[in-house]
């Protein structure tokens, strides 16, 4: 019988990532995901935390780009 290999996996979905900023503070403009900021952060901190424990997994599940929401000029 093998050994039984602790992992971690994390799945995140639905990003939507691109499309334009809004003009004003409260503006979302074409904008879906107004939290690049936190997802980059999230990313990181779990990066370093590979160096140190190599069974992480991050699974990214689908809309995660829309470039078709970027407003034509």
Known sequence: M???VSRSIYVISDLHLGGEYGK???GRGYRINTHAGELA???RTHAHKLTADPKIELVINGDMVDFLAERNS
């Open 24 to 26: 004003t503070a409260k």
């Open 41 to 43: 952060e999230f990313v």
């Open 2 to 4: 093998e050994p039984t």
